[in-house]
C-alpha cells in the first residue's frame, strides 16, 4: 500500500484509528476525520512514527460541503484517494416509542447520509479520472436480524448495507469495489463500554460470543486492510462478519 492514500472517518478512536494506523504502518498515506480536534490531533500524534503520513482533518460527516473539502484537501496534499472507510458512527440504546425526531435524525445523517456523502463524492472524483478504487463500510450484524433498542442505528446500518451492494454492482465495472464489515463487540471502542456499563453485562455479552471473548479492533482493521488491498480484487459487494459467531448463536452486540 505504500504511496496510496486512504480516508477514514472517525478515526480519532477505536476501530477507526486501528484501521488508520494498520494502513499507516502498511506504507500508505491516511486522512483520519473526526468532529473532536483534541483526539483527531492526539490520534494523529500516535501515528507520527509508521511509514506512511498522517493528515487530520476536523470535520463533521452530515456536511457535505465539509465532506468534498476533506476529499479536496487529501488531493492537495497527496495526489490522489485510492482507498475510503466509512467508519464515522452514532448510537445509543433507547426504547423505540422514546426515541426522539432529533435523535432518529443525528443517527441517520452520520451513518447512512454521511457514508453516502463521502462514497458519491470520491467516486464521482474516481470516475472523472477514469481510477480504480476500494471502499469499505462499517455496518453491524443487526442491519440483518434487526434489535431492540437500536431501531434509528438498525435501520441507518440496513440502508449503507443496501447501498454498498447496490454501487457495487452499479460501480463494479469501473473498477470500484465496496463491501461492508459487521463487527461485534469489539475491545477498547468506547461503544462497548458505553453499551455494558457493568461487570455483569459484559460477562453476559461475553458469553454469548462462541470464541468465548471480545474483538480487537487490530482484527478489525487486518479484515479492512485486507479488503481494501488488490489481494481482495475479487471480493465486491460483501458483508463478512467479524463477532466470533455471536448473530449465529441467536444473539447480537447492539
Known amino acids: 500500500m505504500k504511496g496510496k492514500t486512504a480516508i477514514v472517518t472517525g478515526g480519532s478512536n477505536g476501530m477507526g484509528k486501528a484501521i488508520a494506523a494498520r494502513l499507516c504502518q502498511e506504507g500508505a498515506n491516511v486522512v483520519i476525520t473526526a468532529r473532536n480536534e483534541e483526539r483527531l490531533e492526539a490520534a494523529r500524534q500516535e501515528m ?8 487530520a482533518v476536523p470535520m463533521d460527516v452530515r456536511e457535505l460541503d465539509q465532506v468534498e473539502a476533506t476529499v479536496q484537501k487529501a488531493k492537495e496534499v497527496f495526489g490522489r484517494v485510492d482507498y475510503l472507510v466509512n467508519n464515522a458512527a452514532g448510537n445509543f440504546v ?24 463521502f462514497t458519491q463524492t470520491v467516486a464521482k472524483d474516481w470516475i472523472a479520472n477514469g481510477q480504480a478504487g476500494s471502499i469499505v463500510n462499517i455496518v453491524a450484524t443487526y442491519a440483518w436480524t434487526g434489535a431492540a433498542g437500536v431501531v434509528h442505528s438498525a435501520a441507518a446500518k440496513a440502508g449503507v448495507l ?11 465495472s469501473k473498477g470500484i469495489r465496496i463491501n461492508c ?9 468506547g461503544g462497548v463500554e458505553k453499551l455494558i456499563a457493568d461487570e455483569r453485562a459484559y460477562e453476559a455479552v461475553r458469553r454469548a460470543v462462541p470464541l468465548q471473548r471480545f474483538g480487537k479492533p487490530e482484527e478489525i482493521a487486518a479484515l479492512a486492510k485486507f479488503l481494501l488491498s488488490d489481494e481482495a480484487s475479487y471480493i465486491n459487494g460483501d458483508c463478512i462478519t467479524m463477532d466470533g459467531g455471536m448473530w449465529m448463536n441467536g444473539s447480537r452486540f447492539l
Request: charged share 15%.
Open 48 to 55: 507520527e512514527t509508521f511509514s506512511g503520513q498522517v493528515l
Open 94 to 117: 433507547v426504547p423505540a416509542e422514546k426515541l426522539s425526531p432529533n435523535g432518529w435524525k443525528a443517527v441517520v445523517d452520520i451513518v447512512l447520509h454521511g457514508t453516502w456523502f
Open 162 to 172: 443496501a447501498m454498498s451492494q447496490s454501487l457495487a454492482v452499479e460501480w463494479g
Open 181 to 189: 464489515i459487521a463487527p461485534g463487540p469489539i475491545e477498547n471502542t
